[in-house]
Each structure stands twice: as structure tokens, then as C-alpha cells.
């Protein structure tokens, strides 16, 4: 990522918390509660919701980076799941087995 | 069409041969990428299956389709697994929540220490192997929920169901889980 947008990520984060975060107005979510929706996939369901959560996301650099990091690992270990699952011998000869032990009629 | 919990109940109890060969070719892949997601592979993988499935059938009347069928299965595989390995016999919260995110988190929700950029996690033979050997200092718990979350894309209410555990334990977990990952990834790709 370019350093001037982490530059201006970094300020308008800054400036966003010292406006919205203030008691009263509460606008700005908290990383801790980004961080919570990012694991549990959860989006916020209202449009102020969404755009609390979109807007903290685009201007904390430390949310965004768990964010990115989420998104990638979660690719990553699809494909490391499926590669070791390829390299099984065919499911369909499990599903033969277990057929002969727990169908009625194959017994 | 897909079958209401009634008529799939009255299928599974007749262990009706075409149905449970739909079943099977449905689920079993699933749990095989499971196991596979623990490094569980071949007769082992398969004789763990083998279980679950005679477990599943002793105790039908357990299946109250609160949860789908392959998360219900995954949630036996894991007790299986679980049973196999002594140390981790009794699933408990392993560390207090609060405790946990006062280490992670200020008191006024910020990160006490920002996650870095993930620009050096790219898709490679290294970093596969990286994750590999990453995923090996995960508790039983925590691969157990990582995968059936990230990889399987499950759903929060169904894993709580299935593992009989909270929300709240669920979120550690999961932070937990990506926390020694992304510690142990960051120190290796840094090396």
C-alpha cells in the first residue's frame, strides 16, 4: 500500500475520532467492536450501522489491516483445506463402507 | 425438494439406503475437509468418520434439527477427536473474556498493538506450508471453530449449537485462533 494513503488514512482516522468518537455523539464505532463483526461475519443491518462500519473500516488502519488479514487467511485456508481433501483417496469409497454398515437393506 | 426434519428423521430411522447414499455423498466431503484442516488424513480421517456415523445412529433421537446434519456431524467428529486426545477431553473457556480483550484492546476499544499490513501473505508453496505449521499451535478448540467458521463458512448460531458453546466463547476463540495465527505468520514470513 502506498505511504501517502496510509498518511491519509492515519489523519483522517485521527480527525474522525476526535469529532465523532466524542461522548454524546458516539458515532465512531470502537476497533474492539469492528474487530467482533469481522469475526463473526456479521454486517450491521440498519444503513447508519453499515455506514459506521464502513467508514471506521476505510479510515482505522488497524482495523482494515485485520480486515484484509481475515480476508486472506480465509482464502488461504480454503485452499490448503481443499488441496489436503484432493489428495484423499475418493470419498465415494467411505460412502460405500459406511452404506454396508448402516443401510437397512445392504446389511 | 428438500425433506422437512420430520420425513429426514422417519428416512434416517428406516437407515433407507438411497436417502442415507444422498447423505453421505453430501456430508462426508465436508468432514473429510474438516479432518483434512486438522492435518487428519486417510484411514485415520476415514475410521473417525466411521465412528461419528455409528454414534449418530445410536443416539437419533438426539438430532433435533436445531443445527444442519453436517454440523451436527462435525460437532460428534470433534468430541471424537477430542476423546482421542485426553488433554483435551472437557471443552472450557480458556481464557476469561475480558481478559482477554483488555490485553488486545484499551479501555476505550482501540488495539493496544495494530494489526500489521497482511501485504506479505500471499498465496505461495511457502506460505501454505507456513500456515500448516501455524495451525499446529492452535488448541483443538480453537482449529475446531476456525474451520468450521472461515473454511466452511458455518453458521455462529449452528457451531454454538453443535459445540455447546456461547457467543461470547465463540468470539474468543475465533480471536484467539487468528491472533496466534497472524502472530506466528507475521514472525515467519518476517524472517
Not at chain 2, 453436517?70 to 486426545?85: D, M, P, V
Not at chain 2, 499451535?137 to 448460531?157: A, H
Request: aromatic share 8%; hydrophobic share 40%.
Amino acid at each position: 500500500m502506498a505511504r501517502s494513503s496510509l498518511l491519509f488514512r492515519r489523519i483522517w482516522h485521527d480527525a474522525y475520532y476526535a469529532v465523532s468518537g466524542k461522548p454524546g455523539l458516539n458515532f465512531a464505532m470502537l476497533c474492539r467492536d469492528v474487530a467482533e463483526m469481522i469475526d463473526l461475519k456479521t454486517t450491521p443491518t440498519t444503513l447508519v450501522g453499515k455506514v459506521r462500519f464502513k467508514l471506521h473500516l476505510s479510515l482505522c488502519q488497524a482495523c482494515w489491516n485485520y480486515s484484509e488479514f481475515s480476508k486472506r487467511i480465509q482464502e488461504l485456508m480454503k485452499l490448503l483445506v481443499e488441496e489436503k481433501a484432493a489428495a484423499q483417496k475418493n470419498a465415494e469409497a467411505l460412502n460405500q463402507d459406511l452404506l454396508k454398515t448402516f443401510s437397512k437393506s445392504e446389511n | 425438494m428438500t425433506p422437512t426434519h420430520e420425513e429426514t428423521m422417519t428416512l434416517l430411522y428406516a437407515r433407507d439406503p438411497v436417502f442415507l447414499a444422498n447423505v453421505f455423498r453430501d456430508v462426508n466431503p465436508y468432514l473429510l475437509r474438516v479432518m483434512a484442516g486438522r492435518r487428519i488424513v486417510g484411514p485415520e480421517a476415514e475410521e473417525l468418520i466411521h465412528q461419528a456415523w455409528g454414534t449418530f445412529f445410536e443416539n437419533l433421537k438426539k438430532f433435533e434439527g436445531r443445527s444442519t446434519l453436517r454440523t451436527f456431524l462435525c460437532g460428534i467428529l470433534i468430541n471424537k477427536l477430542r476423546e482421542q486426545k485426553r488433554s483435551d477431553a472437557k471443552l472450557h473457556l480458556e481464557e476469561d473474556v475480558e481478559m482477554l480483550f483488555g490485553r488486545a484492546f484499551s479501555p476505550e476499544g482501540w488495539w493496544n498493538v495494530a494489526p500489521a499490513s497482511p501485504d506479505r501473505l500471499i498465496e505461495s508453496r511457502q506460505t501454505m506450508t507456513f500456515i500448516e505449521e501455524c495451525l499446529e499451535g492452535l488448541s483443538e478448540q480453537q482449529r475446531s471453530v476456525f474451520i468450521m467458521k472461515e473454511v466452511e463458512e458455518d453458521e455462529s448460531e449452528d457451531i454454538c449449537n453443535v459445540l455447546d458453546i456461547s457467543v461470547s466463547h465463540l468470539r474468543v476463540l475465533m480471536f484467539r485462533a487468528k491472533e496466534k495465527l497472524r502472530q506466528c505468520l507475521e514472525g515467519k514470513l518476517s524472517v
